[in-house]
């Protein structure tokens, strides 16, 4: 019965594993050309400015905080299946996946559902240099309260420039202000899409190191990019 057991728990972990190849696939065809560009180099691992110009979020559950062991914010994430999440692959530099967790709700400190992480992987392509392919899925050990953020499925390209986005994160509100943890919403404009990276500028919001890895939404609410 023992053996029985062992053998149910790796064919659990081969499907676990199989699903993740399967998101990370999936992932790289439709996300790798829509990095978001921030407002400061996201590698330059200090917290910055968050949404500027933003407001406080009730809103948007499937965003949420990705929380180190001591309980503080590092980044953002987007839920787009039930056990999984997406973020910046610069956002794991430095850090055991399986030591973070996420955060569902509106503001740390006021409360909310925390959810372990079981797992996480970096696009394999990522240049931490460059920034180039930015993107990681975590895989969440329970199933996420919440519903999920849809990736948009059409075309990432040129005819996307002049459209506004809003720019979800769980930064803080000034450098160095340490208030991190609080969800804001801003929006910004798209000025550019090429390859791997969607340019916005302030409209009158864009978000900056406190947001890496949260969603830039387009108006019907699909994921067009991460920061």
Known sequence: RRGDARGRRASRRAVATSR????DRRMRRRLLVCALAACAA????????????????AGDPAVIALVDGEGDVGCTASVIEAHTAITAAHCLEGQAPRALSVFFGASVAAGGTLVAVSAGSADPSFDPSSLANDVAMLTLRDAAPVAVLAIEPGPLDASLVGQTVDAVGFGTTAAGAGDAGVKHVGTAQITDVQADTITVVPDPSQPCLGDSGGPALLADGNIAGVV
Request: hydrophobic share 20%.
């Open 42 to 57: 996201p590698h330059e691992r200090s917290v910055g400015q968050a949404i500027t110009n933003g407001s406080d979020d």
């Open 20 to 23: 993740a190849q399967r998101y």
